[in-house]
């Protein structure tokens, strides 16, 4: 079966800080790569995704980068953090032509 | 901009009770639509899947597609303490879109005893 794994779980940043989110995915290749944020009493809210290694593609403008260094690796960084960045950071995947998604457990991320 | 409407809540059922939830989306090429359940502080998980028109059982869940009035419904039915949530909407166009999910803002469900 095919496991998500997303770390850390909270997370606790001055502004000015860079970041960097690591998602790794078990059980299948070749999947395509999301990242979410939740904002408080928001929706959630694409960020990025990814069909294959190298290829990132955003969805909106932003402080915020992604990479894919490898097949089951998806990277979301930041080089300095603003307070806008605060949210809950969610991973997501979809393997194969199967149209479900789903989420790892995501990162509660502050920014102080 | 596609867009993915939700009454925000809070629905509010007795315990025992069907809740009813609603969600209306613009893009009339939508192809795939999801609930979501999303408990506090964690990550959304998949509760149902519905592709095409009519009703989809899966236990106490029934999805509803009607893609001419452009909504998808979610029934809980003998409503439990335990389904008390927020239920996502969620929608995928299709094609090309590389299984992107365009999501609703929510509907809180608080199931009372």
């Known amino acids: 079966s095919q496991t998500i794994h997303q770390w850390p779980a909270t997370l606790v940043q001055p502004v000015g800080s860079p970041l960097s989110l690591e998602c790794t995915v078990e059980?299948?290749?070749?999947?395509?790569l999301y990242w979410y944020r939740q904002a408080a009493g928001r929706g959630l809210q694409l960020l990025f995704y990814s069909v294959g290694i190298g290829q990132i593609s955003s969805e909106v403008p932003q402080n915020l980068s992604a990479s894919r260094p490898q097949d089951r690796q998806f990277i979301l960084s930041s080089k300095k953090l603003l307070l806008s960045d605060s949210g809950f950071y969610l991973c997501?995947?979809?393997?194969?032509?199967?149209?479900?998604?789903?989420f790892g457990s995501g990162t509660q991320l502050s920014v102080l | 901009q596609k867009e993915v409407e939700q009454n925000s809540g809070p629905l509010s059922v007795p315990e025992g009770a069907i809740a009813s939830l609603n969600c209306t989306y613009s893009?009339?090429?939508?192809?795939?639509f999801f609930w979501y359940r999303q408990y506090s502080g964690k990550s959304p998980e998949l509760i149902m899947s519905?592709?095409?028109?009519g009703d989809k059982e899966d236990g106490r869940f029934t999805a509803q597609l009607n893609k001419a009035s452009q909504y998808v419904s979610l029934l809980i039915r003998d409503s439990q303490p335990s389904d008390s949530a927020t239920y996502l909407c969620?929608?995928?166009?299709?094609?090309?879109?590389?299984?992107?999910?365009?999501f609703g803002q929510g509907t809180i469900l608080t199931v009372h005893p």
């Open positions: 969620a929608v995928n166009a299709g094609g090309t879109s590389y299984g992107k999910l365009t």
């Open positions: 059980g299948t290749s070749n999947p395509n």
């Open positions: 893009d009339r090429g939508s192809q795939s």
């Open positions: 997501a995947h979809r393997s194969g032509g199967d149209e479900k998604l789903f």
């Open positions: 519905i592709y095409s028109n």
